[in-house]
């Protein structure tokens, strides 16, 4: 049979780990203090906790060099605002500083004058909000801090509230979206219902009251600042009493404000989530025998994982790493890694023979788990690391630190968890009770209650595997689960139902939902969501008004360049997610006032000469960059309308720039929503490179640590499996594709491969003569701590489950479907495929060319061990021909001067040996391995 082993590395690890494992319980102390040291001194980095916090929503949430961000440079360096006497809200470049209040009628219509009273009555108690400057007696109202348009004053707040209250009759002929004098409101009024015409309204839902404020200066900022926050109290903690009409607000400090809310939400649920997890940790562990019991050491590595959190975070924020609100998710995840690995550790102790000296054990047991989380701990270090090839300033905050986190919670398992279970190795070696540390019988008394059996009597073991006596649940993977899924029946229904996963997941891949809900960055009970809710149901008819900006000088006077323009203006117009009647086009404007005076501007001279003369006083005056005699840089505007999804917003920005390329003269377009719609354009492409470049990582990592290639290829079919999986699942979860999910899905990449390397790995290590007892040997060894592994883990997030904030509860949520897809493939469907594909049976000549020699030897007997390592083509022969002698396997050598030999030689083949000092070479093995030359 051919072998595809590929254990150049894993051989020489394993090795390394032994020696490893010899060190740290030959001196446990030490290891055991560095990292307490290292975890004090590194601490010292959350000094600067306060410092390195960074929630700013657009560094976070938008893709960092993001074309809206260049496109928003441009409009800022060429089209200047004007807070104090030119205001105009479409042509500012950010969102500006405003607040913004909708009033939804309590009946069936807002067109009516009580409930127009009362918008005038709730717009005079927002106008006479006061702030006052420190040092100051005057207060400041909004008439001393709005944004102002000419000679009109503040800017209007709504256009048709400003016109009813001069004439009431206009509220019965009110045209829609254009008044009668030419001005848009289609956003100020929503719900709308048209007449029979389609012009005029019939009734209407609600009425958007926007009050913007200058911020020109920094003195103006400041000042508007203080008012808008002043604003914020006085709708949060005031009862408006009006009856017509129900308030929601906001403003454009609120979702910053209420973002940065999201990481005191999380703090208590941390504490819970701690407690829980070391609570299942020790009732995992738990045993009725007061010797073997592991309580200390489950709770110590629960510690052990807060001390990798502690000196990885605190070193980072030394570093000056910022730590944005995504990082707070990252001590959960990082809980569950810890205990997972701690539940892997303490399985191979169990699995050492319990008379071996601690060292010796600690050796065996590094040498089998150690290389089993260094698998793991690569692949989620990996994964994490690739993940700061991300667009998202959150993203990549979130990957550095968990990345490190894992990696010194690895370093802390190995040393500072090993070097307690060594100490603990060593109460347990002197038969000492888990509690109060004082030697206890090993011999239950049958006179004494049993009760005083269990608490005071303690340290019985296996008598013929000489291993501590397996757990319940370990026993029922080796004597019933095993077996159950190795039955071809059994493996036919999996085939089956991996065939139902994987067309849902499939099916759930093609529903996804691109794109971040601003929304969703708030609280649950944020005023935020209300208004955020009303605006989508009553004011998404028409979108945002976008810039078409010319971003080079070019003849505007010369036909042939205004019929490009033209052009280009129409292919807009023509276009689904644009309406044709409301576009602004300030050279239009030029071009009919000239003709009605009949002035000619044909040239360069009269065509600038006139330009500002004839739009003097004009808002249009703001859409042309006039500098050294030449039109630099102009714009127009273009009303987009029923971009009402983020499937809307994807398809709209990418159709509106896709036309800008193609106009024959150089456009760009803008709007300061399109800073957050550029999400759709990297979302997808960021998520397929980590998701590629990881599994391809996996792969290696996979290739070079699991020894049968076959096996290591299936580990990384496996990732790709929970991948779909988990992406297909959002779908029926309603969560959607966005930088949020984008970072569970980097987790994904890492966790998905930790259950299915641990049974691989053990799967190839097994030492059974075929596909189906080396998976029952593996789903023994590795069973039960995955399921401690999994549900810890998920223990170590659910806590989110219960937060008050989207980010957490995403986070939950994609956790739970990892982790759940993550054990059904590690304890279900791997399994299986690897009795498929795998076929790695133990070659029967091996056995066949010693049974010949061991006839000559009819009293020899092999212990179970030799049984299961045995592999005459790794021997090293140290035995003439027909001699038996000892020898050293490359799996198996470490002193064990306590070795019984009658356990497994019998005394004739002693006998035999003459010549040797048989018992010297006994002692130098962990165990005999009958050699033939």
Not at 321 to 350: K, R
Not at 405 to 427: D, M, P, S, V
């Amino acid at each position: 049979m051919v072998r595809c082993k590929t254990d150049c590395i894993q051989k020489p690890l394993s090795r390394v780990f032994r020696w490893l494992g010899k060190l740290v319980g030959r001196y446990p102390w030490v290891f055991l203090l560095i990292p307490f040291a290292l975890s004090a001194g590194l601490g010292a980095g959350f000094y600067f906790l306060p410092q390195r916090k960074t929630n700013d929503i657009e560094d976070q949430f938008t893709p960092i060099g993001g074309p809206a961000k260049t496109e928003r440079d441009f409009v800022r360096k060429h089209f200047g605002s004007n807070d104090s006497g030119q205001f105009s809200a479409q042509r500012l470049y950010t969102e500006g500083s405003f607040v913004s209040l909708i009033a939804i009628s309590t009946c069936d219509n807002v067109l009516n004058m009580n409930t127009f009273k009362e918008l005038i009555k709730l717009d005079e108690m927002v106008q006479n909000i006061t702030v006052t400057e420190p040092g100051a007696n005057t207060a400041l109202t909004y008439q001393q801090l709005c944004a102002e348009v000419g000679e009109q004053g503040c800017m209007t707040v709504n256009p048709l509230l400003s016109k009813v209250k001069r004439n009431e009759s206009l509220i019965e002929t009110i045209s829609y979206p254009m008044l009668q004098d030419s001005v848009f409101i289609g956003p100020y009024l929503g719900g709308v219902i048209r007449n029979s015409d389609n012009t005029t309204v019939q009734k209407a839902k609600a009425i958007k009251l926007v009050y913007y404020l200058r911020e020109d200066g920094e003195s103006d900022k400041n000042k508007s600042l203080k008012w808008i926050n002043q604003c914020i109290k006085f709708f949060s903690n005031n009862s408006l009493q009006l009856n017509q009409i129900q308030v929601s607000y906001f403003t454009s400090l609120s979702r910053q404000q209420e973002f940065d809310l999201t990481t005191k939400s999380i703090i208590p649920l941390f504490s819970i989530t701690y407690f829980v997890t070391i609570f299942f940790s020790i009732l995992s562990c738990k045993r009725y025998d007061c010797v073997r019991n592991k309580f200390w050491v489950a709770a110590f590595g629960v510690i052990s994982s807060g001390l990798a959190v502690l000196s990885s975070f605190g070193l980072l924020l030394l570093c000056g790493m910022p730590f944005v609100v995504t990082v707070a998710n990252a001590p959960f995840l990082i809980l569950g890694v810890g205990v997972d690995d701690m539940f892997i550790m303490i399985s191979c102790w169990q699995q050492t023979r319990v008379k071996d000296k601690v060292e010796d054990r600690m050796a065996a047991t590094y040498a089998e788990a150690a290389v089993s989380i260094t698998i793991t701990t690569l692949t989620d270090v990996l994964a994490f690391y690739i993940g700061i090839l991300t667009s998202f300033q959150s993203v990549q905050s979130f990957c550095i630190y968990t990345g490190t986190a894992i990696l010194f919670c690895f370093l802390y398992n190995i040393t500072c968890f090993g070097a307690f279970l060594a100490l603990n190795g060593r109460r347990e070696e002197s038969n000492r009770h888990w509690f109060i540390c004082t030697k206890v019988a090993e011999v239950k008394d049958d006179d004494c209650s049993s009760s005083y059996n269990v608490c005071c009597v303690g340290g019985e073991y296996n008598q013929d595997t000489g291993k501590e006596t397996d757990h319940p649940i370990t026993s029922f993977f080796r004597n019933q689960y095993g077996p159950f899924l190795t039955n071809v029946w059994t493996k036919c229904f999996v085939v089956l139902l991996y065939g139902g996963y994987l067309a849902g997941s499939i099916f759930g891949c093609f529903q996804v939902q691109e794109g971040i809900d601003l929304r969703n960055l708030a609280l649950d009970n944020s005023y935020v969501r209300s208004f955020y809710d009303n605006d989508d149901l009553y004011f998404s008819e028409y979108g945002p008004r976008v810039m078409v900006v010319v971003t080079e000088e070019v003849s505007y006077w010369d036909l042939g360049v205004q019929s490009k323009l033209d052009r280009c203006l129409v292919s807009f117009l023509t276009n689904s997610y644009v309406s044709e009647s409301y576009s602004e086009s300030w050279l239009d404007v030029y071009r009919m006032i000239a003709n009605q005076m009949k002035l000619n501007i044909s040239d360069k001279s009269n065509f600038i000469g006139n330009l500002s003369l004839l739009l003097s006083g004009l808002d249009y005056m703001q859409d042309v960059d006039i500098q050294s005699g030449g039109i630099m840089a102009s714009r127009f505007f273009i009303q987009t309308v029923n971009v009402t999804s983020a499937v809307d917003e994807r398809d709209m920005l990418n159709q509106v720039r896709d036309i800008a390329k193609s106009c024959e003269i150089p456009v760009l377009v803008y709007h300061p929503a399109f800073i957050y719609f550029d999400q759709y354009a990297v979302i997808i492409e960021n998520t397929i490179q980590n998701v590629a470049i990881a599994a391809g990582a996996m792969l290696v990592v996979s290739i070079l640590l699991i020894p049968n290639l076959l096996c290591a290829l299936s580990v990384t079919f496996t990732i790709t499996s929970i991948i779909v999986g988990v992406t297909g699942f959002l779908t029926y979860w309603n969560v959607n594709l966005d930088s949020i999910s984008m970072i569970t899905l980097v987790i994904c990449i890492g966790f998905s491969v930790d259950f299915s390397a641990h049974i691989t790995y053990a799967y190839v290590s097994s030492q059974k003569a075929n596909v189906n007892e080396r998976v029952i040997d593996a789903l023994h060894s590795l069973g039960y701590p995955i399921v401690q592994g999994a549900v810890s883990t998920i223990l170590g997030v659910v806590a989110l489950s219960a937060a008050e904030c989207y980010i957490f509860r995403t986070f939950f949520k994609i956790m739970f479907l990892v982790i759940a897809f993550g054990m059904l493939h590690g304890l279900v469907f791997l399994p299986v495929l690897l009795t498929f594909f795998c076929c790695c049976d133990r070659n029967e000549d091996d056995t066949a060319k010693i049974n010949p020699h061991l006839d000559k030897f009819p009293n020899v007997k092999l212990h179970d061990k030799c049984k299961q390592e045995i592999s005459v083509n790794s021997w090293e022969m140290n035995a003439n021909e027909d001699k038996i002698s000892t020898c050293h396997h490359n799996n198996c050598f470490y002193p064990e001067p306590d070795y019984p030999l009658s356990q497994d030689i019998e005394p004739s083949l002693k006998d035999s040996m003459s010549g040797q000092d048989f018992d010297k070479n006994l002692q130098s093995c962990l165990c005999i391995y009958l050699c033939i030359k």
